[in-house]
């Protein structure tokens, strides 16, 4: 079975500053998509970027991009510029090609954007 | 149409009540998924419809009931809960298949029905 761990359950960065969120996971297979989600108090899980595993180009979008490292199994969240509205938790994760529509998430990363 | 929209936001249930819990989305996905999430915890998948059929039932008690009517709905239908079934219960749809998956392929959540059990 897939596992995805996040090693920092809080973290917290100056407004404007740039911030990486950790996230490592566990297969044995070669192709899977992985993913990054906020949620904020709204509760509304958002889709903040993906990544396609047989892709080597790292995934970006605006001012969120990753860095993902598939032989050591790493898919870091970096955020540039943090603003206020990044406040929320951040999921990484895990979508199996073989397992079907299954995702396996870690246990979140709960970010403090501060004025 | 890019939502998946959810009601109620909240509900209040006694142990006893029978309820259902709604969810909708019209972006063509033929897969839709129920998840049920405890506080400052990461989602817990409950169940997977695919193309209208049941796939995934992650052992979860017949006090939960899924339907899923047609490809734009899924219900929940609740009866004879516990107090700890309180939780936040989100629901989710996405495309079926590698084949099926374009480049914004993702799973897209609703905000989610805040259910309290008393």
């Known amino acids: 079975a897939q596992t995805v761990t996040q090693s920092q359950p809080e973290m917290s960065v100056q407004e404007a500053e740039t911030v990486t969120l950790s996230c490592t996971y566990d297969?044995?297979?070669?192709?899977?998509?992985l993913f990054w989600y906020k949620q904020p108090p709204s509760r509304q899980m958002i889709l903040v970027i993906r990544?396609?595993?047989?892709?080597?180009q790292n995934a970006t979008e605006n001012r969120f991009s990753v860095n993902f490292q598939k032989a050591a199994k790493s898919f870091s969240l970096k955020i540039s510029d943090s603003q206020l509205g990044d406040t929320a938790m951040y999921f990484c994760?895990?979508?199996?090609?073989?397992?079907?529509?299954?995702?396996?998430f870690g246990g979140g990363t709960r970010l403090m954007v501060k004025p | 149409d890019t939502e998946v929209t959810q009601t109620p936001k909240h509900l209040v249930m006694g142990m006893t009540n029978k309820k259902s819990l709604k969810c909708e989305q019209h972006?063509?996905?033929?897969?839709m998924y129920w998840y049920k999430q405890k506080a400052k915890k990461p989602p817990e998948l409950m169940f997977v419809?695919?193309?209208?059929?049941?796939?995934i039932n992650e052992s979860v008690p017949s006090r939960f009931s899924p339907e899923c009517p047609n490809s734009s709905l899924l219900n929940l239908h609740l009866h004879a809960l516990q107090p700890e079934d309180s939780a936040l219960y989100l629901c989710?749809?996405?495309?079926?298949?590698?084949?099926?998956?374009?480049?914004?392929?993702?799973?897209?959540f609703g905000s989610g029905t805040r259910l309290t059990v008393v």
């Open positions: 989710a749809s996405s495309q079926v298949g590698r084949l099926h998956r374009d480049r914004n392929y993702g799973y897209t």
């Open positions: 297969t044995s297979e070669s192709n899977y998509y």
């Open positions: 990544q396609e595993a047989y892709k080597q």
């Open positions: 994760a895990f979508e199996s090609n073989n397992a079907g529509n299954m995702l396996t």
């Open positions: 972006m063509g996905h033929r897969a």
């Open positions: 419809y695919s193309y209208e059929k049941l796939s």
